[in-house]
């Protein structure tokens, strides 16, 4: 055989080896997904899965702690390496589009004494995506300010990007089509390690097959494993603090929680596994009921942290025998006293620190015990008195009276090691509970307080917090991290405190935190879970209140304390399943209503709002006027560089059209009607136009002029209520062939359907006299046809559908309205019993979801007719402004209704096969 022969066998060989081991790859390997899960350390403290990030990103603006998270100096790192990944990929928010709706995974680990380091997960998706990160990796190794390296461990390929002086950087490893770094090398290696062990249970093996996300709603997941957290807070806090810590943390070991972004809170649900450890607090308090937190009428406005247990007796808590033996060196009746001292207290037991006015001041503690024999207990604390040989004088604060106990670490003895650090208690008693303090400061300012009233169950701020939490409870951890700062900063250790002070502003933004662990009704059950909730909140201080929703979940109301003014005007948000609103009260401040039913800003304007807003392009922001001033908004509520645009003082603004975007970025201009027949030119630079300041017409206009673009000509169209039409350049000219007369009064705006030029550019009006004309640019009429008969008292008006691209013609005759289409055909008629101002409004969202809008102001009701021309709900609906908004969601096919009613903003869901209102 000859060696051609051979190479070519060989070759062939390979060759059929290569593609066999394609076709395994494909067939096998690649066919079974990689569960996310398996890639995670065994050391993780907490895992937070995230999915659809500008969504997610949306929420944490509305609920404004996007601001407060741009504060930390971490973010702010993130945020500057986001930026120079979009330089390197030459374009904007590259990262954020790669994300997208992938599942991303975020573990925290300790690494190391005072450490802790975090691991990132990301998905890719498709060859595009993956050709995206091989270009990111190739442009920072061409960058001077990098070192990319690979190399092999335990048969994985790791990157590695470090800034030539060698100090801190990136690992990256892609493990199929998964991309796994982290700015600790070696947390990237314990998931290289994790792989060798792929029968190994993962971190979130109790709760397989649990998947939040395919709930509604949802922004993110999050795994935390409690016995870890100790260890978690050790890298914070001081380590005399961790025993008390790991008490608390003693009665889970992990759970596994959804986490919503809803308005002033954000709220964490979900379920926990019980702590199997012997002399964990579970096992004391397992079957135990759960209580309700009765004691808000007891609990101090100071107080910082509560740690709230809800039980039976509170004999469970001490365990077998005494915490600690000193009171056998006592006489011998002190342990039956104390004995029978527990068997009185019950139900609930709270631990209590109450905030301070400086970090060097120690915090007063008080420990809390409910008693349905407060006299019984008196008793007992007097004889306890007696047989220690303590003195019986007493303090007085009010009509309360304190004293010593006469027993170090008396809490302890009682309820358990979780009371300890009473070294000299004294205790009094407020109605039905028993308070001991640490000292006599402490329990003087608590008395103080109570005497005063300063407590929770006064509080409506405090009230309408404990109304979001849940009712029944075995443990309660209830933060107010306003009045707990002082308390952070002495418990933080030193190389801590300033990172806490940089981030203040976060750490307040929710100053209301609930903890809360509810067991579940059968404990014995195999797999028996806690169903576990946490809440950050901040008191509900806007200028409106959310009312309860129906049962269904459909239709919202939002309480102002200021009647509404203006009509509402829904705001497409990219991702969200509903709009925003924007409404304006009658003290002038303008709001913006969230999807959630939320008020995310609001704004003092110096007037009433002019006309519609206009939404600028990209959903970047919008324009709108008021009578003395024009004004720019981002999505946020900020004004933007240059605004508010002041008007002269003799004109009083009527309308606000503005230039359509173009493709060379140009400031746009803005064509401000000035009343009676006046035209006034400005750009969003706050430049004027010569031939604008301002453009005076002989009569007065019959509509908002339109601003149009076309063949990169600006033109502007005005129509005046003489019948005749202009169309000016932007220098103020007149274009050839105008003006023109439409034969008769106009008393309504006109519908444009662009052309590549102005020959080709038609635009149609209808005339007092029931006509519909149409002309072009060029100054031609094109059409005319009659709509409908027409009288002296009969008065016409086109109206367009709210996209501007079809329209309906109205005529009104005394108390009768009739609705035409373009080519005359009647839709619907109605009589209406007052002469007040009537408001007609078309909506057209496709075949057979056509809605017609009829308001009646002087009544205060709104008709909406059906594409049937049936009255939708059988009967109108209240609102008090001229106009409604309405949108559509064809992947539910409901109708998006939005009134005013008062002080009232309703959303109302209209199902368009049942045409049933549900609000």
């Known amino acids: 055989m000859s060696n051609r022969v051979l190479v070519f066998l060989a070759s062939l060989l390979l060759l059929i080896t290569a593609v066999g081991s394609y076709v395994y790859y494909r067939r096998t390997l690649a066919r079974v997904p990689v569960d996310s899960w398996t890639l995670v350390p065994d050391d993780a403290a907490l895992v937070i899965v995230t999915r659809d990030h500008p969504t997610l990103i949306r929420h944490l603006k509305e609920t404004q702690v996007w601001d407060n998270l741009t504060a930390v100096r971490y973010f702010q790192q993130v945020e500057e390496t986001l930026a120079m990944a979009d330089s390197l ?151 005399e603090l961790t025993p008390e810590m790991a008490a608390v943390a003693s009665l889970a070991r992990n759970e596994m929680t959804e986490m919503r972004l809803v308005g002033n809170k954000v709220e964490f649900n979900g379920f926990a596994n019980p702590e199997a450890a012997r002399d964990g607090l579970h096992q004391r308090l397992v079957g135990q009921p759960a209580q309700r937190l009765r004691m808000a009428e007891v609990l101090p406005l100071r107080a910082a942290l509560v740690v709230h247990l809800g039980l039976g007796p509170a004999a469970v808590l001490r365990g077998p025998r005494p915490a600690v033996a000193a009171a056998d060196s006592l006489a011998p009746l002190v342990q039956p006293l104390l004995d029978s001292l527990t068997a009185q207290l019950s139900q609930e037991v709270a631990l209590c620190y109450l905030g301070t006015s400086s970090a060097r001041v120690r915090p007063g503690k008080l420990a809390l015990a409910y008693t349905a024999r407060p006299a019984t207990v008196g008793n007992l604390l007097a004889q306890l008195r007696r047989a220690t040989g303590t003195s019986p004088a007493f303090g007085r604060v009010g009509t309360y009276q304190w004293y010593q106990t006469g027993v170090g670490e008396l809490p302890r003895e009682l309820l358990g090691q979780l009371f300890q650090g009473f070294a000299r208690p004294v205790v009094a008693q407020v109605g039905n509970y028993v308070v001991f303090g640490d000292d006599e400061a402490a329990l003087r300012q608590y008395l103080a307080d109570v005497v005063a009233g300063d407590v929770w169950s006064r509080s409506p701020t405090q009230v309408a917090f404990l109304q979001d939490t849940q009712p029944l409870a075995r443990l309660r951890i209830l933060l107010d991290t306003r009045n707990c700062w002082n308390l952070l900063l002495r418990g933080l250790q030193e190389d801590r405190r300033a990172g806490l002070l940089r981030n203040e502003t976060l750490f307040k933004r929710f100053p209301q935190v609930a903890l809360q662990w509810v067991p579940p009704a059968n404990e ?49 948000v990219a991702g969200a399943k509903l ?37 600028l392009p990209g959903a970047t922001g919008f324009l709108l006027a008021t009578p003395r001033h024009l004004f720019e908004y981002n999505n946020r509520g900020q004004v933007q560089p240059n605004f508010p645009l002041n008007l002269p003082d003799t004109v009083r603004a009527t309308s606000l059209s503005v230039s359509p975007p173009t493709v060379q970025p140009a400031p746009r201009r803005l064509l401000v009607a000035g009343g009676g027949s006046n035209l006034f030119l400005y750009d969003t630079q706050g430049r004027t136009y010569a031939g ?36 000016f350049d932007q220098a103020g000219g007149a274009y050839p062939g105008f003006p023109i007369s439409m034969g008769a009064r106009l008393a309504s705006g006109v519908l444009v359907e662009s ?148 002080t009232e903003l309703r959303r109302t869901d209209i199902r368009v096969e049942a045409v049933k209102v549900k609000e």
């Open 524 to 572: 014995q059950e195999a797999g028996a879970q806690y169903f576990t909730q946490f809440i950050l909140r901040h008191p509900a201080e806007g200028p409106a209140e959310a009312r309860p929703q129906n049962a269904d979940g459909t239709g919202s109301v939002l309480d102002f304390k200021v009647p509404l003014e203006t009509s509402p005007e829904a705001v497409l």
């Open 755 to 902: 052309g590549p030029t102005l020959r080709r550019t038609r635009l149609t009006v209808v005339s007092q006299h029931g006509e519909r004309v149409s002309f072009n640019l060029s100054g031609d009429i094109v059409s005319r046809q009659r709509v409908a008969t027409w009288s002296r008292e009969s008065r016409f008006r086109l109206i367009p559908d709210q996209r501007r691209r079809t329209y309906v013609v109205s005529r009104e005759e005394g108390g009768r309205l009739t609705l035409f289409s373009p080519t005359g055909r009647p839709l619907l008629s109605q009589s209406f019993l007052t002469s007040a101002p009537r408001s007609i409004q078309y909506f057209d969202f496709g075949p057979d979801r056509q809605v017609y809008a009829l308001t009646e102001t002087g009544p205060g009701k709104a008709y909406l007719y059906d594409a049937r021309f049936r009255l939708i709900g059988g009967k109108p609906f209240d609102s008090t402004t001229p106009r409604i908004d309405l949108t559509y969601n064809p992947l539910t096919s409901t109708f998006h209704l939005f009134r005013v009613n008062g």
């Open 579 to 615: 709009p925003g609103v924007l409404v304006q009260d009658t003290a002038h401040v303008l709001h913006y209503v969230t999807p959630d039913n939320v008020v995310a800003w609001s704004d003092s304007l110096p007037g009433p709002l002019v006309g519609p807003t206009v939404r």
């Open 692 to 727: 604008w300041q301002p453009k005076q017409l002989e009569f007065r206009l019959a509509g908002a002029p339109q601003y149009l673009t076309v063949d990169g000509r600006d033109v502007v169209v005005v129509l005046l209520e003489n019948g005749y039409v202009y169309a």
């Open 89 to 239: 990929a030459g374009g904007r928010d590259v990262v954020l589009k790669f994300l997208g709706r992938k599942r991303v995974f975020t573990s925290v680990h300790v690494t190391g004494a005072g450490r802790f380091d975090l691991l990132f997960q990301v998905p890719i998706g498709s060859v595009r995506e993956y050709r995206q990160v091989r270009g990111l990796l190739e442009g920072l190794g061409r960058d001077p300010h990098f070192r990319v390296s690979t190399r092999d461990y335990q048969g994985q390929v790791l990157t590695d990007i470090r800034p030539p002086d060698g100090g801190e950087g990136l690992t990256l490893l892609n493990y199929r089509n998964h991309l796994v770094f982290s700015a600790r090398a070696a947390l990237v290696e314990a998931v290289v390690r994790r792989l060798a062990r792929p029968e190994a249970p993962t971190v979130a093996a109790d709760f397989q097959g649990t998947d939040y996300f395919q709930l509604r709603d949802v922004d993110a997941t999050l795994l935390l494993n409690q016995r870890r957290l100790p260890q978690l807070m050790g890298v914070f806090f001081r380590a």
